[in-house]
């Protein structure tokens, strides 16, 4: 387990994958960095919700069903165009073109599955350094 963090400000992440036990661990993580965690799953509840939450940062899972990650992030740039924020694609498929496909769609970063937990929370807290 690695030690808490106090950060000098509370930012909020939101994460959404549908698969549970990685929404349980992103918390985990974020509780550790001393940071707010809303956990949704599905981009359909991301695009419902984005608003009310207003995150500092969003991690979104690519592979779902029903909206995937990269249009979930393409509807949050365009529908949502007041909301700039960092977008983590988060993928257990391996794609030659991951992070390419990654920024076409809006995001800023693209990290693969499994999570290392020590990786995720520096590019955390790079992210929350710009913002």
Same mark, same amino acid.
Not at 3 to 8: G, K, N, Y
Not at 107 to 122: Q, R, S, V
């Given at each position: 387990?690695?030690?808490?963090?106090?950060?000098?400000?509370?930012?909020?992440?939101?994460?959404? #994958?549908?698969?549970?036990?990685?929404?349980?661990?992103?918390?985990?993580?974020?509780?550790?960095?001393?940071?707010?965690?809303?956990?949704?799953?599905? %981009? &359909?509840?991301?695009? &419902?919700?984005?608003? +009310?939450?207003?995150?500092?940062?969003?991690?979104?899972? =690519?592979?779902?069903?029903?909206?995937?990650?990269?249009?979930?992030?393409?509807? =949050?740039?365009? &529908?949502h165009?007041?909301? *700039?924020?960092?977008? @983590? /694609?988060?993928?257990? %498929?391996?794609?030659?073109?991951?992070?390419? #496909? *990654?920024?076409? *769609?809006?995001?800023?970063?693209?990290?693969?599955?499994?999570? #290392?937990? &020590?990786? @995720?929370i +520096?590019?955390?807290?790079?992210? /929350?350094?710009?913002?």
């Amino acid at each position: 387990m690695l030690p808490a963090m106090v950060p000098q400000t509370r930012k909020t992440v939101l994460a959404v #994958d549908d698969d549970w036990s990685t929404v349980a661990f992103l918390k985990m993580l974020v509780d550790q960095m001393g940071h707010d965690f809303v956990g949704l799953h599905s %981009g &359909e509840d991301c695009l &419902e919700q984005i608003d +009310k939450i207003k995150p500092d940062l969003v991690i979104l899972d =690519v592979n779902m069903p029903g909206i995937d990650g990269y249009e979930t992030c393409r509807r =949050v740039r365009s &529908e949502h165009s007041d909301i *700039a924020v960092p977008v @983590l /694609f988060l993928t257990g %498929g391996g794609s030659r073109f991951g992070l390419s #496909d *990654a920024i076409l *769609a809006g995001g800023t970063e693209y990290l693969a599955k499994p999570i #290392d937990a &020590e990786t @995720l929370i +520096k590019r955390v807290e790079y992210w /929350f350094s710009l913002v």
